[in-house]
């Protein structure tokens, strides 16, 4: 079992930035891959980063790259997502995800039905 809570949302004007950490619980945080996801109003939930244990696999969506990045320390059992140059359409609740590292690859990071577990969210407002 792994639980999940972030923290770090805001409010930020449009071209600042902002960083989102998730804490997680248990021992065995380095044997899950960690996912962040967003759902604006009356939007369908949608991936932003994943990352796997080692940090080597890493996946961004389109809407993110450049811009985005997501890391982990696994002696902290955090992990973050940085986030730049944020735009209005960046205004979501920001969801934290895990799943054990056995049941995700770079092709199914992106999917929520992937994850088992998640965080209860973090609201992040960017003004124009």
């Known amino acids: 079992q792994v639980q999940l809570v972030e923290s770090g949302g805001g409010l930020v004007q449009a071209g600042g930035s902002l960083r989102l950490s998730c804490a997680a619980s248990?021992?065995?945080?380095?044997?899950?891959?960690m996912g962040w996801f967003r759902q604006a109003p009356g939007k369908e939930r949608e991936s932003v980063a994943a990352i796997s244990w080692s940090s080597i696999g890493t996946y961004y969506a389109d809407s993110v790259k450049g811009r985005f990045t997501i890391s982990r320390d696994n002696a902290k059992n955090m992990v973050y997502l940085q986030m730049n140059s944020l735009k209005p359409e960046d205004t979501a609740v920001y969801y934290c995800a895990a799943v054990l590292l056995s049941r995700w690859n770079i092709w199914t990071a992106s999917k929520d039905q992937t994850y088992d577990y998640w965080g209860q969210g973090a609201q992040v407002t960017v003004s124009s």
């Open positions: 248990g021992r065995t945080f380095s044997s899950y891959a």
